[in-house]
């Protein structure tokens, strides 16, 4: 944790990047970033998923490859301002919802068979990473499958480091979620979960 941003950065932190500069993460024309966004559509299980989350869609760049996967995608964000390119991005697909929410105090109330924490955990502090994961078991079906992906270096604006979110979602292995695989590059790191599907109580005999 960074002693010197223990709180979960607020919606403003982002909003004001945006205003500055509409891609301030280059994420239309980073190299890294059509690798990164390769990698995590390829490492999907399933060729299709019913219904999918986004938490941190940005400016909809990996949404518009995400919803090709899934017959539902909610994507959703804490800018306006980046939601807003989103949403003009993604206009032609029908399938893509967006919604401006704060996770952990605001989250969707259906279920998912995937959810995606694509480098936004690191913005959460402890207690909101806790309470995220909370979020995300409960909402997750049995046997959905949960991918994180995050830049791995040091910022000194982030509460956490995508290390530390990582490791905090291992911490749920297996009782709650299992490892199905995980990767580590030169900048990011992706690990790959599926929901345990909850053992049914056996029979009174009485």
Known sequence: ???????????????????????????????????????????????????????????????????????????????????????QR???LSQVHFQIMRVPEQFPDQTFDLILVSEVGYYWSWDDLRSSQQQILNQLEPGGHLLLV???????????????????FLELSPTHLRHLDGRREEQYRLDLFERTTPRLRPRSTQ
């Open 90 to 92: 993604c206009q032609h």
């Open 1 to 87: 944790m960074n002693p010197n941003q223990p709180n979960s950065l607020p919606p403003s932190y982002f909003d004001d990047l945006y205003r500055a500069d509409p891609d301030p993460w280059r994420f239309e024309t980073s190299d890294y970033e059509a690798s990164k966004y390769a990698a995590t559509i390829a490492a999907f299980p399933k060729p299709r998923y019913q219904s999918a989350l986004e938490i941190g869609g940005s400016i909809g760049v990996l949404t518009e490859k995400l919803a090709d996967r899934c017959d539902l995608l909610w994507s959703i964000d804490v800018s306006q301002l980046a939601q807003d390119q989103a949403i």
């Open 150 to 168: 995050h830049w791995t270096l040091y910022a000194k604006d982030y509460p956490l480091s995508g290390d530390e979110v990582h490791d905090a």
